[in-house]
């Protein structure tokens, strides 16, 4: 995935090929979007744990007063100093808060104040105006957040069933850049995927509609929401 801030409007972009492919739930089913923005380096870690006699981080060697401990998240192996964060990380089956090095405790931060907020956005939908491909013909559909995480539904006349794991590249269309860093409002998304039996790229792209203040407010925040996601999933997959 990449970022890109640039005076055209292309704000972020996301690239699954520099991803890691998660395994589905019980279900068989692909990797929701709470799955993609997890890592599975933790037990990698662990099984590490007894092998390193320094802290990852300062390099301070282990003794019998300065004790090893491991990041809950990561596995890698702290000092105390190093190691001090505690935060909940629920989606990793721990309940109450748990110690994290500083660079995963920041994640799961994110991770905790996008799954309470923007989850809810990208879920319950907002209204576009989506065009495929190179089609000067575009439809007004619903774009939602499927409520297993697992696809993007589209619904108009036509009906789209994305799913997450497939998606390639998302980029956030703004206005109102400026030179000296003025405000910017999200007006659209351009999504790439690969179709069922298919390794041909899809293209979709999305603009908000501008006929009622209302929907345009929560094209805007679905926009947002789906910018958040996005780069929630570079940052940890770039830990």
Not at 186 to 199: C, D, N, R, V, W
Request: charged content about 25%; proline content about 3%.
């Amino acid at each position: 995935m990449g970022v890109a801030c640039r005076r055209s409007g292309l704000l972020i972009g996301y690239n699954r090929h520099q991803a890691e492919h998660l395994p589905g739930g019980a279900s068989g089913l692909g990797p929701c979007l709470l799955q993609l923005c997890m890592r599975r380096h933790r037990a990698i870690g662990l099984r590490h744990k007894e092998l390193c006699p320094r802290c990852m981080q300062c390099d301070t060697k282990f003794d019998f007063i300065t004790r090893k401990h491991h990041c809950r998240r990561c596995g890698k192996c702290f000092c105390d100093k190093c190691c001090s964060k505690k935060v909940p990380l629920p989606r990793m089956c721990f309940v109450d808060p748990v110690r994290q090095c500083a660079e995963c405790a920041l994640i799961s931060q994110k991770e905790t104040e996008f799954y309470d907020k923007q989850l809810k956005v990208l879920m319950n939908g907002a209204t576009f105006f989506v065009t495929r491909g190179t089609s000067e013909k575009s439809e007004m559909m619903v774009c939602r957040l499927s409520n297993n995480q697992r696809y993007l539904f589209l619904d108009g006349d036509s009906h789209y069933e994305i799913e997450i794991a497939q998606i390639s590249t998302v980029q956030i269309l703004t206005e109102g850049f400026t030179p000296g860093g003025g405000n910017t409002r999200a007006t659209g998304m351009i999504l790439q995927y690969k179709a069922p039996g298919s390794e041909e790229l899809v293209q979709l792209k999305f603009t908000a509609t501008e006929d009622f203040n209302s929907n345009k407010k929560l094209s805007a925040a679905w926009l947002a929401a789906m910018h958040k996601a996005a780069k929630l999933l570079y940052e940890s997959r770039d830990q």
